[in-house]
């Protein structure tokens, strides 16, 4: 039975698409709004004629921002596949949150 186990599709470690693409436009997101900052700041502390300083405090700002969530966005979903494939996963029963009731 060489052929079986490549038919039958196993469990797979990556995350949900949902959770997937919430964090890709998380760091989309930031990457906007850090481009946004970046250029702010060079249009407020620059006198003159400031192009190519604008392009590099947008770009600066946009990657520091974005790389910054995209480390959150993969320990959050490092964490959640963590949470979900706990020694209760097997059974399918959900994992118990709070406290325990005395008997």
């Known amino acids: ?9 196993g469990r797979s470690a990556l995350p ?5 693409a919430v964090a890709a436009l998380a760091i989309l997101l930031a990457g906007v709004c850090g481009g946004l900052i970046g250029y702010a700041l060079v249009d407020v502390s620059c006198t003159g004629d400031c192009g190519w300083q604008l392009g590099v405090g947008a770009l600066v700002g946009a990657v520091v921002s974005a790389s910054g969530v995209a480390v959150v966005a993969s320990l959050t979903l490092r964490a959640m596949h963590e949470w979900r494939s706990g020694p ?6 959900a994992p118990r949150l709070g406290r ?3 008997r």
Request: charged share 30%; hydrophobic share 35%; net charge positive.
């Open 16 to 20: 949900g698409r949902r959770a997937r």
């Open 1 to 9: 039975m060489i052929g079986t186990e490549a038919s039958t599709p």
């Open 88 to 93: 209760r996963a097997a059974s399918g029963a």
């Open 100 to 102: 325990r009731r005395a």
